[in-house]
Each structure stands twice: as C-alpha cells, then as structure tokens.
C-alpha cells in the first residue's frame, strides 16, 4: 500500500504543472478561482463573447457535477472541455493535462481553466497556468482575502465581481483592499459586474497586453 503524503502530491503535481506549461508554449492561460456563485462563469461568458473576434480561445471548465457551465461556454462559440471531478474539489496539473489534450493548443491563444468552485486548495495546486485569476463577489464580505490568503497571495490578477449590488452590502472596499495589498502588491484589481457588463474593459485590456507579451516571449 503506498500512502501518499500532502507533500508529495503536491510535488508530483508540481512536476506534471512544469510539462503543460511546457505543452501550453505560446497560448497565456488564467486559472479562474473563487467561489461557488461568485461569477466566474459570467466573467467567461462575457469575456469570451467580447474577446472571440480578436482571439483564439477555449475553455476548460472543472466542476464536481454536471456539464451545465460547459453548456453556457459552448453557446458563446467557443471549444470547452468539460472536466468532472466526481466530488474532487480542484482541480490537479493532471487532470488539467488529460482536459488539455482534447484541445489543438497549437491553434489557441488564450485558454481559461475555469477552476471548481473553492476558495481554498484549487490555489494550492499549480496547473501550469501563467496566471491564476481570484474572482471574489463582493457579497461574499470584504473579510474573505485576509481570510483565504493563499489564493490572493498567489493571484496574478483579482476580479472584484457584482460590484453592482454595493449599495445592499456592507463591504468595505478599502478595507477589502487594504488586506489584499497586505498579501499581494502587485496584481491588479479589476472592480466590476460581470452580469451587468459593467467595468470589463479593463479586464479586456489587461488580457490583451497579456496575451500579447506571452507571444512575444515565445519569439
Ligand atoms: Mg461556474
Ligand atoms: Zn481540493
């Protein structure tokens, strides 16, 4: 019987993490994490739907069940792999391998990991990405970066979805801000309503210039 230590996973998830982003080569992958209902679908649907002239895209969408947020992807146009993790609560470089294989990587530039619902372990495990993407709702609290640090500590870019529906909540964004600066001071901070298609241009811009100095590394 071999019994695996955390630690060990983690380092053979490391490993397989090196070889897709090796496989990835020119296309920028963002791993879209935060929790279930904090919009990371919508974000997709309107992203994708406003990026799809511009780029080649495709989606991996990691869920425990169901193939209903594949669905919603397909019907903006884009190829998705749907990966089901049958009560697995991340996703792991492995499975992300296996999605990844089902897609001509070669003919892409932008692909989107959209991660199963958790604030917690999906930011431990590397999945070759370029970059991982928190999305928090602000109805969630303002409490929520101090509270999970690992994700924005580790978050290359933050979406601060539903801003919206500030006026019925009690978030502090200053104080939501002050703690992310704490953890992480450098990712940029989009602010917007990805439902009301409010505030994304600069999350368009932001995946433009990246996408863009990924393909001048590859040359
Ligand atoms: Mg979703
Ligand atoms: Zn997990």
Redesign the pocket.
């Known amino acids: 019987m071999k019994v695996y230590l955390e630690q060990e996973i983690l380092q053979e998830n490391e490993h397989q993490a090196e070889e897709n982003r090796a496989r990835f080569g020119g296309v920028f992958v963002v791993n879209l994490i935060g929790s279930?209902g904090c919009g990371?679908?919508?974000l997709?649907e309107k992203t994708l739907t406003a990026l799809k002239e511009e780029f080649r895209m495709a989606v991996i969408?990691g869920?425990i069940y169901t193939t209903?947020?594949a669905r919603?992807i397909e019907a903006c146009g884009v190829s998705v792999v749907q990966v089901n993790t049958a009560g697995g609560c991340h996703l792991s470089a492995e499975i992300t391998a296996k999605a990844a294989s089902n897609l001509n990587l070669g003919a892409l530039d932008l692909l989107f990991i959209?991660n199963v619902?958790n604030l917690v372990c999906p930011a431990e495990f590397d999945l070759g990405e370029d970059c991982k993407a928190a999305v928090l709702s602000i109805v969630e609290g303002d409490d929520k970066p101090a509270k999970y640090p690992l994700l924005f500590r580790e978050a290359g870019v933050v979406v601060l979805n539903k801003c919206d529906l500030q006026p019925y909540t009690n978030f502090d964004m200053d104080s939501a801000l002050a703690d992310l600066r704490g953890l992480n001071a450098s990712a940029p901070v989009f602010s917007l309503s990805a439902a009301k298609g409010e505030g994304l241009d600069p999350w368009f811009d932001w995946l433009r210039s990246a996408v863009a100095e990924k393909k001048g590394r590859q040359t």
């Open positions: 279930p990371k679908t919508t997709l969408e869920d209903k947020d919603r959209e619902g």
